[in-house]
């Protein structure tokens, strides 16, 4: 009978730290051509919302599944999540349905994972100043992840909503500074996330200090960008999937269309630095920017890790569908 998980089940049974490493795996074998993962299907259901099917097979692992997933930034006014999901599992094998299990948690920790994997990769061994944009889910699960392969001394963190900035720094447990602008937070940084739902950019080339790293989590639409082109254009280029950075991001799709530059500024899937099959930075003072726009490996790499301890633990609850 397959198991129905709840994001409290999720949570007990996902270790963060131990995915960095299995996100790391993911990625190399989906640049590696082992994981059948098709650009996701999306849709618009109203302004700057849509909803999404995310499917993927990797047959020598045995993971088979799809993400559901809308992403509504109005509810946030409404006090829910803007980005919900669910996530089905199946047998690689028979097709037989295994779990259904909430998908925003996994959402929100496999893409701090994956940013953790792209720090370790590509940002300099001795950064030690982090700048976060944002103050939401996917900022406070960074700041929960990227610490454990980086020895942060100075956190600070923006957000356009005061609010939620101090709400933020309060409840992080960690030394943050609230800075006064996005400009104060990124000046002298090392490593800098952005983590808004903005549609317009929020970073200027001339903040970006020489041998940073960036991470973009938004602007996963191809009308949306949230980097100024100019940046993205000095940056050495590095994307979790090509075919979807060239489809999807605006920050890519449009400086391309407007001439900055050609599909080849894209250096790498990360997958691919990871297993050392291309270079990722060129140097201290080169600046790596990695767009993550989200796999579907990533989340069924998570969640059959939830299935397996789930099983083993006797944790969820068993479902009839006959």
Same mark, same amino acid.
């Given at each position: 009978? #397959?198991? +129905? ?31 059948? $993962? #098709? ?15 995310? /499917?993927?097979? !990797? &047959?020598?692992?045995?993971? *088979?599944?799809? @993400?559901?997933?809308?992403?509504? #930034? ?16 199946? !047998?690689? &094998? ?9 998908? %925003? ?14 720090? %370790?990769?590509?940002? =300099? ?17 960074? *700041?929960?992840?990227? /610490? ?7 956190? =600070?963190? +923006?957000?356009?909503?005061?609010? %939620? ?14 800075? @006064? ?6 000046? &002298?940084?090392?490593?800098? *996330? ?12 001339? +903040?970006?200090? /020489? ?35 060239? $489809? ?8 391309? %269309? ?20 291309? /270079?990722?930075? &060129? ?7 990695? @767009? ?31």
């Amino acid at each position: 009978m #397959p198991l +129905w998980l709840t994001e409290t089940d999720v949570r007990a049974l996902l270790d963060p730290a131990a995915l960095i490493d299995a996100m790391e795996t993911a990625l190399s074998a989906f640049s590696a051509g082992e994981v059948v $993962q #098709p650009v996701r299907t999306a849709f618009e259901i109203g302004e700057r919302s849509f909803f999404a099917l995310m /499917p993927a097979f !990797d &047959g020598g692992r045995g993971i *088979l599944g799809a @993400k559901l997933v809308t992403v509504v #930034p109005a509810n946030a006014a409404r006090g829910l999540d803007t980005h919900l999901a669910v996530i089905s599992l199946f !047998d690689a &094998g028979t097709g037989e349905l295994l779990a259904i299990m909430d998908g %925003r948690y996994i959402t929100a920790v496999r893409t701090a994972a994956v940013s953790a994997v792209s720090v %370790r990769h590509l940002a =300099r061994a001795d950064s030690r100043v982090l700048a976060i944009l944002g103050s939401g889910v996917q900022a406070r699960s960074h *700041l929960e992840i990227l /610490p454990l392969v980086r020895a942060f001394a100075d956190i =600070r963190a +923006w957000s356009p909503t005061p609010d %939620r900035l101090r709400c933020f720094v309060a409840a992080s447990g960690l030394p943050v500074r609230a800075a @006064k602008s996005a400009e104060d937070a990124i000046l &002298g940084a090392d490593v800098i *996330l952005l983590a808004t739902s903005s549609v317009t950019p929020v970073i200027e080339d001339a +903040w970006v200090a /020489p041998g940073a790293h960036v991470i973009s989590l938004g602007a996963c639409r191809p009308t949306q960008r949230e980097i100024h082109p100019a940046l993205v254009a000095r940056a050495c280029l590095i994307v979790d999937s090509r075919a979807a950075a060239l $489809q999807e991001s605006g920050d890519v799709v449009q400086a391309i %269309r407007e001439g900055r530059f050609t599909e080849e500024h894209v250096r790498a899937e990360l997958g691919e630095v990871a297993a050392g099959r291309q /270079p990722g930075r &060129g140097g201290s003072t080169e600046i790596t920017l990695f @767009k993550s726009l989200g796999l579907a490996i990533e989340d069924l790499v998570a969640a059959a890790i939830a299935y397996r301890c789930a099983r083993e633990t006797g944790r969820g609850l068993s479902l009839t569908l006959t």
